[in-house]
């Protein structure tokens, strides 16, 4: 049995004090709505509380669908750097980046440069990179742009879509494929909020399949499906790695997956764990195919 943990939108908290020119842009609002909301629902000891229990499960791997970070500011990304290599190495943590890792213009490919060695396929390729783990090929995609004041959409910017169809194509019978993305390809979410090509990303895993689709974004416990070729692809969140229980609607929380088996006979449990009465605890478990 191979264990993927899922965990997803830790906005690291504290978070560094920004210098007055870097207030002057979409940062601006984003530190307002921080001090008057978000430093309270994001909180460190929950994160690390949360963390020691992954840990002490033992996962074969772990992997986190971005918004590590808040305003994208320069510091952000040296603390979530020094976070990731006490989360583990890169041979055993993968990073997909979210919508906060992008905030900003000035933050475009900071992301990418600091936290490079998560963030890359076994090839060296980056957007759509595949990294094998066992029986698993992992496929990190990026929605990660910066956007207007008040919006947090995402979009699978370059040939993302285009080559995500070959990569599927191509590993439909070698390996249990898991997509990794931080915005939900669903459709019917909150506009301001939204995936834009989610459309163009179903159709694409309409034709070739997946056997798991792992996201963030939406600070909540969730577990969807999409029409695969075959069969139905299930499409899971996970809340906030940070969120406090008695700030946040969906306490903080992660999810385990226990894959075994092989093409045409993969057997996969999903087991959620989160806040529950002042513990980490397990909070369901779910066959998502026999």
Not at 82 to 97: H, I, N
Not at 122 to 150: H, K, M, N, Q, W
Not at 205 to 232: D, F, I, K, Y
Request: net charge positive; glycine share 10%; hydrophobic share 40%.
């Amino acid at each position: 049995m191979f264990v993927l943990a899922h965990l997803s939108d830790p906005h690291l908290a504290p978070l560094p004090m920004p210098r007055p020119l870097e207030l002057l842009s979409k940062r601006g609002l984003g530190y307002l709505n921080w001090l008057r909301k978000r430093r309270g629902i994001h909180r460190a000891e929950v994160l690390e509380t949360l963390v020691a229990d992954l840990k002490a499960r033992a996962p074969d791997h772990i992997a986190v669908t971005g918004d590590l970070v808040n305003l994208s500011l320069p510091g952000e990304f040296d603390s979530a750097r020094a976070w990731l290599q006490k989360l583990g190495g890169p041979r055993d943590v993968t990073v997909v980046p979210g919508n906060h890792d992008c905030y900003v213009r000035d933050a475009v490919g900071a992301a990418q440069r600091e936290w490079d060695i998560y963030m890359r396929g076994d090839g060296g390729e980056t957007f759509p990179f595949v990294r094998r783990r066992g029986p698993l090929a992992l496929i990190g995609l990026s929605t990660s742009l910066p956007t207007l004041p008040l919006a947090a959409t995402g979009r699978l910017h370059g040939d993302q879509i285009a080559r995500l169809g070959e990569v599927l194509g191509e590993l439909r019978r070698e390996a249990f494929r898991v997509v990794l993305i931080h915005h939900p390809p669903v459709a019917g979410a909150n506009y301001f909020r939204r995936l834009t090509d989610a459309a163009a990303l179903r159709e694409v895993l309409h034709r070739h399949g997946a056997e798991l689709v792992l996201h963030g974004h939406h600070h909540t416990s969730s577990l969807g499906w999409l029409p695969g070729p075959q069969a139905r692809i299930p499409v899971a969140g996970v809340p906030s790695t940070s969120g406090a229980p008695d700030r946040h609607e969906d306490p903080a929380g992660y999810n385990l997956y226990e894959i075994e088996g092989a093409w045409g006979a993969w057997r996969c449990t999903m087991v959620a764990r989160g806040c529950r009465d002042g513990a980490i605890a397990e909070m369901s478990r779910r066959p998502l195919f026999a």
